[in-house]
């Protein structure tokens, strides 16, 4: 698969990513368990990225785990609700993780709560408020992030995987750690998958609610989201190749048959399922479909830090 990789890569542009600002903390809150830390670090852009470190209180595993937020429209959140702070209860995987014992890190990604950008009028947004005018600006600015890079030649895809390259160097800096992982349900299910086939320091993946194929959306009339707008890339690629280029590291696909952005999961995880067993990993790729609707449930959230806990306790 590093041939594929290879082509894939060079398709986006992707280059290893130039060393920016070290990471620094901002603030401690300690809590039952866990301490959790506002960082900041930026890459060589200078674009400053804000993220929560999740540290656990005792005894910890050396694998640490970026958790991605979702998109679910709402640009006001990002970090916070992976913290538990706002938002859906069942995102919030960095207390649940580092009361395991298990170092996290969430990132803001572009857009999205402390990296929304200004407002039409030049003022800066304030994540703690949610008025309909800050949700307009709030969608343009994203989609202004996506739109103005193409017509340079540029990807929003590959600016998030080269941020969250800077965030696999702060969480191996900050948390020590020897291997880390990626999780992400939605929108963050597409950048960890994304960035676990493309990028081979990170040891395990887990994917939710986001395993549709190109052919199976565009099909369908299915929504992309913007950082899925990448020209032509479906002529040459689909889900099932990234899902490949995770070989013969561990892939969790988690999806529902009422999701129409994991509608053809079942089928994307048996295409991929070849290339596992070429390289005598079948068992690292595991696939979780249950009934119910996009949103996350008890029974996902559960089934995703029980084997995100597994992954970092392995040695291998």
């Known amino acids: 698969m590093d041939a594929l990789r290879s082509r894939i890569r060079s398709f986006l542009r992707l280059t290893s ?4 600002q070290a990471p620094v903390v901002h603030e401690v809150i300690r809590d039952n368990g866990f301490a959790r830390k506002l960082i900041s670090y930026s890459g060589s852009d200078g674009d400053a990225v804000q993220a929560f470190l999740f540290e656990p209180a005792g005894k910890r595993s050396d694998a640490a785990v970026i958790a991605l937020h979702q998109h679910n429209s709402d640009w006001t959140l990002g970090k916070s609700e992976i913290a ?3 938002g859906d209860s069942l995102q919030a995987f960095g207390p649940a993780l580092a009361r395991a014992g298990i170092a996290v890190l969430a990132p803001d990604m572009l857009g999205f709560e402390s990296r929304r950008g200004l407002l039409a009028d ?7 408020e949610k008025p309909a005018r800050q949700d307009q600006d709030a969608w343009l600015q994203y989609y202004n992030h996506a739109m103005h890079r193409l017509v340079r030649g540029e990807l929003l895809i590959t600016k998030m995987l080269e941020d969250i390259g800077l965030a696999t160097d702060a969480v191996q800096e900050l948390a020590g750690a020897s291997r880390v992982g990626i999780a992400g349900h939605s929108f963050g299910g597409n950048l960890a998958l994304f960035a676990a086939a493309l990028d081979t320091r990170l040891a395990f993946a887990c994917v939710s609610g986001a395993a549709c194929s190109y052919r ?12 899925l707008a990448i020209p032509d890339f479906a002529t040459h690629f689909d889900f099932d190749d990234l899902m490949s280029c995770v070989a013969p590291r561990k ?7 009422d999701d129409p952005y994991a509608a053809d999961a079942p089928d994307l995880v048996t295409k991929a399922v070849a290339t596992f067993e070429a390289s ?3 068992e690292h790729l595991q696939h979780l479909h249950v009934s119910g609707p996009h949103a996350l449930d008890r029974e996902r959230h559960e089934a995703i830090v029980k084997w995100l806990v597994k992954c970092s306790s392995d040695s291998g």
């Open 216 to 227: 199976h959306k565009l099909g369908s009339g299915t929504g992309l989201e913007l950082a």
């Open 122 to 128: 030049g003022k800066r947004l304030d994540p703690k």
């Open 280 to 282: 005598g990993t079948r």
């Open 17 to 20: 990513s130039s060393p920016g």
């Open 251 to 257: 892939l969790f696909v988690v999806s529902s048959e």
């Open 84 to 86: 538990g702070l706002s």
